[in-house]
């Protein structure tokens, strides 16, 4: 019967993705998210039927109404990205019993994921992780691990071990920064793991970060086989900038939603 919520919660994600739009697209610029969204070509204030999450882009076919400049394809795939996400980390929680602390719980996961998704998009612009954000990350999960806590669904050890995977991610990637004196990693990435341990757990943790590694490392290979084929294409190589956030993010969301454990380390934090 639950399936009959994922239509709407679909819907909700859009409209939470096209606000993480305003976010992603004006962070920075000294304009606020409460301003009437406009067209970035010829200034036209955008009317409500040009801002349906999805909708709007596709009737318009991509052009503004007003210049016919072309609609960056970020919008529809913000909204749609969100819209997907919220549906499958709710399904993936398996409620079978509603409840005002289950629908806080889910709260705090989807405003996580709205953050991770900002996170995610901002980097892959600007090749930077914004200090506030890897705040807002570790603020959240340390507040739904709170809340599990009290309401004794974690117990002493699992909550020793979202701690320490906080603390040793964060550490790693530090260590890696400071060896490389920033030329392997960035320390935001580093500030990022603090919200990727104390949300994970050691367990699935480490399991993100092996699969952060495994999916760059494949992708990579088959961007450096593809540009190795067109010829007079400049090829990637060992020495070229790929943001890593993105793929810490992904990590993330396959160790949530596969309660992955590689190493097999639950069974000492139990």
Same mark, same amino acid.
């Given at each position: 019967m639950i399936t009959i919520l994922y239509l709407?919660?679909?819907?909700? =994600?859009?409209?939470?993705?096209?606000?993480?739009? /305003?976010?992603?697209?004006r962070f920075h610029t000294g304009r606020g998210v409460n301003g009437r969204s406009g067209c970035f070509s010829c200034g036209n204030t955008l009317h409500w039927y040009e801002l349906i999450p999805v909708l709007s882009f596709s009737m318009q076919k991509g052009r503004c109404r007003n210049c016919k400049s072309r609609i960056s394809i970020q919008y529809p795939l913000v909204e749609l990205l969100t819209g997907f996400i919220f549906c499958v980390v709710v399904y993936s929680q398996n409620i079978s019993l509603w409840s005002g602390i289950t629908l806080l719980l889910l709260a705090f996961d989807l405003a996580i994921w709205a953050t991770l998704i900002v996170v995610l998009v901002y980097d892959l612009k600007h090749m930077i992780i914004p200090d /506030?954000?890897? +705040?807002?990350?570790a603020l959240l999960?340390?507040?739904?691990?709170?809340?599990?806590?009290?309401? #004794?669904?974690?117990?002493?050890?699992?909550?020793?071990?979202?701690i320490i995977a906080a603390l040793a991610l964060s550490g790693f990637f530090a260590f890696l920064w400071l /060896?490389?004196?920033?030329?392997?990693? #960035?320390?935001?990435?580093?500030?990022? +793991? /603090?919200?990727? =341990?104390?949300?994970?757990?050691? +367990?699935? #943790?480490?399991? +993100?970060?092996v699969y952060a590694f495994w999916v760059g490392a494949g992708f990579a290979i088959i961007g450096m086989a593809i540009q190795k084929v067109l010829k007079g294409r400049k090829s990637l190589g060992l020495k070229t900038e790929i943001p890593f956030a993105p793929l810490l993010i992904l990590g993330t969301l396959i160790a949530f939603l596969f309660q992955s454990d590689v190493f097999h380390l639950t069974v000492f934090f139990s």
């Open positions: 709407p919660l679909f819907i909700l =994600g859009t409209i939470i993705g096209s606000f993480l739009n /305003v976010i992603i697209l /506030v954000f890897s +705040a807002l990350f999960t340390f507040g739904k691990l709170g809340m599990l806590y009290s309401e #004794g669904r974690l117990y002493s050890g699992e909550f020793t071990s979202h /060896v490389s004196k920033g030329k392997w990693i #960035g320390l935001g990435d580093s500030k990022l +793991a /603090v919200g990727m =341990g104390l949300y994970l757990g050691l +367990a699935q #943790g480490l399991s +993100a970060f």
